[in-house]
């Protein structure tokens, strides 16, 4: 089946500095795509989604960039603060399944140091 | 406005016994999703459930059940449990089965399978 992986699965940032998360997906017909910061302890938090026909997607010091040509989007945090420290997933919608499923990668886990 | 509750918080269970989990949806959505979240790994999707229909599945076995009430609150039921059974289990809301509606999750469920 069709699969969504992250190149990183750890990250190091300073406070203050810009971070750049990146997923590779594999779905070429992936319309939809999310990223969820996961908390040690906590369910999966929305912070911002885009569909396939935009490139890019501006939210509160996030940004996400998707690149279909070759099948691979990222998550800009700006200006990252400890709070931002958590475990962060992409995820497509899968359109092979009925319903709504949604297909995560492994997580890359940010860490914030002050 | 009241986002995505689950019960229990943790459970510890035996092999071959079965276990109910509980969710309640966000006010206003109709359609939960079921996920399990093994340690280290993304969430992997086990059904979606809109308006007391199974609206999708994933590749889980049938001992893996739901159910969906008419508050839309729903339960997933998992029969003969095995050691790999033990995982986060996280439900996750919806306003309605779109593909593009976003997936708000609850905390999950931490169950521990001896």
């Known amino acids: 089946g069709e699969s969504v992986g992250l190149h990183l699965p750890t990250l190091s940032v300073q406070e203050g500095d810009n971070s750049i998360i990146n997923c590779a997906y594999s779905?070429?017909?992936?319309?939809?795509f999310i990223w969820y910061k996961q908390e040690s302890g906590k369910g999966p938090q929305f912070i911002i989604d885009?569909?396939?026909?935009?490139d890019k997607r501006q939210g509160q010091r996030v940004t996400v960039l998707l690149n279909k040509t070759v099948k691979h989007l990222s998550l800009q945090i700006a200006a990252t603060q400890p709070g931002d420290s958590a475990v962060y997933f992409c995820a497509e919608r899968d359109d092979g399944q009925a319903g709504t499923a949604l297909i995560f990668g492994k997580g890359t886990t940010l860490s914030v140091s002050s | 406005e009241t986002g995505v509750t689950q019960s229990p918080t943790h459970l510890i269970k035996t092999r071959g016994q079965q276990v109910t989990l509980r969710c309640s949806s966000q006010?206003?959505?109709?359609?939960v999703s079921w996920y399990q979240q093994a340690l280290g790994q993304g969430p992997q999707f086990i059904f979606q459930y809109y308006r007391e229909e199974e609206n999708g599945r994933g590749n889980f076995p049938p001992r893996f059940s739901g159910l969906q009430f008419p508050n839309y609150s729903s339960e997933l039921n998992v029969n003969a449990l095995e050691l790999d059974d033990s995982a986060l289990y996280l439900c996750?809301?919806?306003?309605?089965?779109?593909?593009?509606?976003?997936?708000?999750f609850g905390p999950g469920t931490r169950l521990t399978v001896l």
């Open positions: 779905n070429s017909a992936s319309d939809y």
């Open positions: 885009i569909r396939s026909n935009m």
């Open positions: 006010s206003g959505h109709n359609t």
């Open positions: 996750a809301s919806s306003l309605a089965a779109v593909s593009t509606d976003t997936q708000y």
